[in-house]
């Protein structure tokens, strides 16, 4: 669950948001320049609140009043980036592996697992391949892996499938919902395509300038 009641504020922007999600796959929607990026950036404690506060699954993870503030990666919380974030150094199975290997799963167990989900999202035919050497569509496909894999608190997913091509979308999709659906956690999809919002989710929040 997801609970943010306060000011999100990046740079020159500063918005307020009340939400509540539950357990469920809300779609956020809006023109460019509302904030919707940002929204995503601060549930996943990379960037601080500006006031109020922040509770993921009922406990505090942002709150400046009270001077809390729980580092992302201690967060357990999945992210797609619009431009993926892959980490460059790394072939695309120890990308999607990272988020296991960071809680302390034993390396050989945690790829072996992200081979079983690339395989499962089509890609596991780079699973060796540095970051930089794959295509937009198959960067994107690894970084919503690595966002899927493993027990995350909450899922975001900025606009994952922009970069999948129009031949691969439904069944990305189809492997999108089934995760979420498994993992039963609180997500977000900020999407400009209606259509994904009618595959993924639950419901959709409309947010006007």
Request: proline share 4%.
């Amino acid at each position: 669950m997801i609970s943010l009641h306060g000011t999100v504020a990046v740079g020159a922007f500063s918005r307020h948001f009340s939400l509540e999600f539950g357990n469920e796959i809300v779609g956020v929607f809006g023109a460019n320049g509302i904030g919707k990026t940002s929204l995503l950036r601060t549930i996943a404690g990379l960037c601080p609140l500006g006031e109020g506060e922040l509770k993921v699954n009922g406990v505090i993870v942002d709150a400046p009043a009270k001077k809390q503030f729980v580092r992302p990666e201690l967060r357990n919380i999945g992210m797609v980036f619009q431009d993926h974030s892959l980490f460059p150094f790394m072939t695309a199975l120890d990308n999607a592996a990272f988020p296991l290997t960071m809680r302390g799963m034993k390396r050989n167990i945690a790829r072996k697992l992200a081979m079983e989900t690339l395989e499962q999202f089509g890609v596991a035919n780079v699973a060796e391949q540095l970051a930089p050497t794959l295509s937009g569509g198959q960067s994107q496909r690894v970084a919503i892996v690595r966002a899927l894999i493993g027990s995350p608190q909450a899922v975001l997913l900025d606009e994952p499938l922009s970069a999948i091509d129009d031949e691969s979308r439904e069944s990305v999709r189809n492997q999108i919902r089934e995760h979420l659906n498994r993992l039963g956690v609180s997500a977000i999809v900020v999407s400009h395509d209606r259509t994904d919002f009618d595959h993924l989710c639950t419901r959709i929040e409309n947010y006007t300038r």
